[in-house]
């Protein structure tokens, strides 16, 4: 057997040889530098793909030399059978040995456990399409990927790499060290168009942040999200702030809109954190205050919504909140009770809109994380025009995407990587 590999690589060696004077010749003469370099480039794509494929078979031959044992004896070794995937390289043909075991009827071909070849395409394949797919639409995906790597998968092929992908969910352990810094989460929603019609997705953003430094930047800004109830979700959220470390965090600070389910859910994971209500969603409230007053986009709007902001900056929400329900009793308001609405919404988010302590103490005032998120997480993949989605479909792709950008894809590759079992039991 090993005079065999030996004599393989040698002819191998030898054919690779051959071929290389006559692509350097070919580049040598070639009119412009791209011909040459697109001839190396096929080249070097064909010697490695014979290459890979004459080491996988030495590799298959030496590990299946040794005997595997099940039920205490060895198992019976069949027929070697062909086995053909796409890899990067082109498509690679090994042949690999089916063993059976007489006792117990498990079966299989136990190398491959060391292909990890789980469907027409090799891991790197299917990691590239995974990774592609998680970031763009399939059709999209795929020719950035034919053009690149010229690897031709289909449609149908990617769905199922990114089904087999994100089948189990990441399993990370809470943060163990204490954290230095202090830590914010940011909690919002957002709608795609499922089958069943528009259903939200509650979107999570966790970062840490140093309330001591005046010029702080959101650091390692980790996501989550799902089509779940806001029970469910509360799960997903808790879960991810404890692998960011918020039960040794030096502080929290929860930032969101008015949505009152946000506010339960913050009051009920973290009841010692600080509450700040989006500063931007804040001033949309007083800007369609303030229209109903003036008009829209008058000089006086502009200087009413800037006033208001200005003492809401300065600490004088009950000053804002007298002054539009003292407009909502001489008659100012609209047929929609717009003034009345925005009184209501200052008077129930008394504690979240102190602003200038928030300011003080150093702690952001604005939700532009988990909004950002919305967008390149959920907006740009999801939102698309005339794009409908399954939602098993949907939570496929959104959860691969959360750990790319969440920085966590080599946690889903070595996931994938350990659900992969080369022998069958008999039923």
């Not at 299946?64 to 690679?92: A, D």
């Not at 879960?239 to 960011?244: I, M, N, Y």
């Not at 008659?331 to 609405?341: A, I, S, Y």
Request: charge should be positive.
């Amino acid at each position: 057997m090993i005079a065999q590999v030996v004599d393989q690589r040698e002819q191998v060696a030898q054919a690779i040889v051959a071929e290389f004077e006559g692509v350097w010749q070919e580049a040598v003469e070639a009119k412009e530098g791209e011909e040459a370099e697109r001839l190396v480039l096929a080249w070097t794509r064909a010697v490695g793909r014979r290459v890979l494929e004459a080491a996988l078979q030495a590799g298959i031959e030496r590990r299946e030399e040794q005997p595997v044992s099940c039920c205490g004896k060895p198992m019976i070794r069949r027929v070697r059978e062909w086995r053909q995937v796409v890899t990067v390289l082109g498509p690679v043909r090994v042949r690999r040995r089916y063993l059976l075991c007489q006792r117990c009827q498990a079966h299989g071909r136990p190398v491959d456990k060391w292909l990890r070849w789980s469907g027409g395409f090799s891991p790197v394949v299917e990691e590239l399409v995974a990774w592609e797919c998680s970031l763009l639409p399939y059709r999209e995906a795929l020719r950035s990927l034919e053009k690149l790597a010229g690897v031709e998968v289909s449609v149908l092929g990617a769905e199922r790499i990114v089904g087999r992908w994100s089948k189990q969910r990441l399993k990370l352990a809470p943060y163990a060290e204490r954290v230095d810094k202090d830590l914010v989460i940011e909690i919002d929603g957002s709608k795609a168009h499922l089958e069943e019609g528009w259903k939200e997705i509650k979107v999570g953003a966790c970062f840490s942040w140093d309330r001591a430094d005046p010029n702080a930047a959101p650091e390692a800004v980790t996501y989550c999200g799902d089509w779940e109830r806001a029970e469910q979700f509360r799960e997903t959220l808790w879960r991810e702030a404890l692998v960011r470390g918020v039960s040794t965090a030096r502080s929290l600070a929860v930032i969101g809109d008015g949505a009152p389910w946000i506010w339960e859910m913050a009051s009920h994971l973290f009841p010692r954190g600080v509450q700040v209500l989006d500063w931007y969603h804040l001033t949309e409230h007083l800007g369609r205050a303030a229209k109903v007053l003036h008009g829209e986009k008058t000089p006086e709007t502009t200087a009413l919504v800037e006033r208001w902001k200005t003492q809401m900056q300065a600490g004088c929400l009950e000053g804002v909140e007298e002054e539009l329900r003292e407009l909502v009793a001489a008659g100012g308001d609209d047929k929609d009770n717009t003034l009345r609405k925005c009184a209501d919404y200052l008077q129930t988010n008394q504690a979240r809109l102190r602003y200038h302590l928030f300011r003080a103490a150093g702690w952001p005032i604005g939700s532009g994380v988990v909004e950002g998120a919305c967008k390149h997480v959920v907006g740009l993949r999801f939102k698309r025009q005339s794009t409908r989605w399954t939602r098993a479909g949907a939570r496929a792709v959104l959860h691969l995407r959360l750990d790319r950008l969440s920085d966590r894809w080599q946690a889903r590759r070595d996931l994938v990587r350990q659900s992969h079992a080369p022998l069958r039991q008999a039923a």
